[in-house]
């Protein structure tokens, strides 16, 4: 059993909801960055997405891609976010950690060299937000080789057939988006979250998270009631951007403007 089996079997035991919180590797420096996603494990997180910067990300909102460029113009890449994943480990060890991103950096690196690596740093599983179903052969013969999840999405446009084809081969937990749009762009359509969690349960016993839109301690409260994860991201994003200075730079309240709001929602759940 992996960490992302392990850590749902104890909330299912313990009756509760995962809050998985989304952050961006490297925004807006690598100390700071560092600190923020320790921070945000001791603040009540039970698993870590790491957002890996990408100059196109078409699946963000403006929070989330202005969070990518910040990381970038401070000079964030592949390497430098699993130094933010080993940093991680050095304080957890038990906490699931999955990498978000895009195919590009992934395909550029190469996909067995960027598994092993990722997987070496303490990678869990992998979230690729432009990689669907039918061309996931790519990287999934590595992923499934090192035991760690390739996870996919659920959209408001999937069909029954669609939901089929995303879970044949599935492994982590199901991706549930919560409205059609980008992240942080509207708030969660409960109506399709619930319809499309009974169709994915119907077929399938892997976890279901719901992301896209939860931002507020009410809103992952009444997604956290059904469903088995709570993605929260734009909205903790947000937050470290509130906290910089006029020139985008770290100030003493970026560590934990994160930590603060983290801590609000997993109490929620």
Same mark, same amino acid.
């Given at each position: 059993m992996n960490r992302i089996q392990k850590r749902f079997a104890t909330l299912k035991a313990e009756g509760r909801?995962?809050?998985?919180?989304?952050?961006?590797?490297?925004d807006p420096d690598l100390e700071t960055s560092i600190a923020i996603f320790k921070n945000a494990v001791a603040a009540g997180a039970d698993l870590i997405e790491v957002g890996m910067p990408f100059s196109d990300p078409v699946a963000d909102g403006p929070s989330i891609q202005t969070a990518s460029n910040r990381a970038l113009a401070g000079g964030q890449?592949?390497?430098?976010?699993?130094?933010?994943?080993? /940093?991680?480990?050095? %304080?957890?060890?038990?906490?699931?950690?999955?990498?978000? &991103?895009?195919?590009? @950096?992934?395909? !550029?690196?190469?996909?067995e060299q960027f598994v092993e690596d990722a997987v070496d740093a303490g990678i869990d599983g992998f979230i690729i937000?432009?990689?669907p179903p039918e061309m996931d052969h790519e990287l999934k013969p590595f992923t499934e080789?090192?035991?760690?999840?390739?996870?996919?999405?659920?959209?408001?446009?999937?069909?029954?057939?669609?939901?089929?084809?995303?879970?044949?081969? /599935?492994?982590?937990? %199901?991706?549930?988006?919560?409205?059609?749009g980008?992240? &942080?762009?509207?708030? @969660?359509?409960? !109506?399709?979250?619930?319809?499309?969690?009974?169709?994915?349960?119907?077929k399938s016993d892997l976890p279901v998270c719901v992301g896209f839109g939860v931002s507020t301690p009410e809103q992952?409260?009444?997604?956290?009631?059904?469903?088995?994860?709570?993605?929260?991201?734009?909205?903790?994003?947000?937050a470290?951007?509130?906290?910089?200075d006029d020139t985008g730079a770290a100030t003493d309240a970026t560590a934990t403007a994160a930590s603060t709001r983290i801590e609000a929602l997993a109490a929620a759940l």
């Open positions: 909801s995962a809050l998985i919180p989304y952050l961006c590797a490297g890449n592949t390497e430098r976010t699993f130094e933010v994943v080993r /940093a991680i480990r050095e %304080i957890d060890n038990e906490i699931p950690v999955v990498l978000m &991103g895009y195919y590009n @950096p992934v395909y !550029s690196y190469g996909c937000c432009d990689l080789a090192a035991d760690a999840a390739l996870i996919r999405f659920v959209t408001p446009a999937s069909d029954e057939a669609r939901i089929e084809r995303v879970l044949d081969g /599935a492994s982590g937990f %199901i991706y549930v988006i919560s409205f059609a980008v992240t &942080g762009a509207s708030k @969660p359509d409960m !109506s399709h979250v619930q319809h499309n969690i009974e169709l994915v349960r119907a992952a409260k009444a997604v956290g009631e059904i469903a088995d994860g709570v993605i929260v991201g734009s909205a903790l994003v947000n470290i951007a509130e906290s910089l």
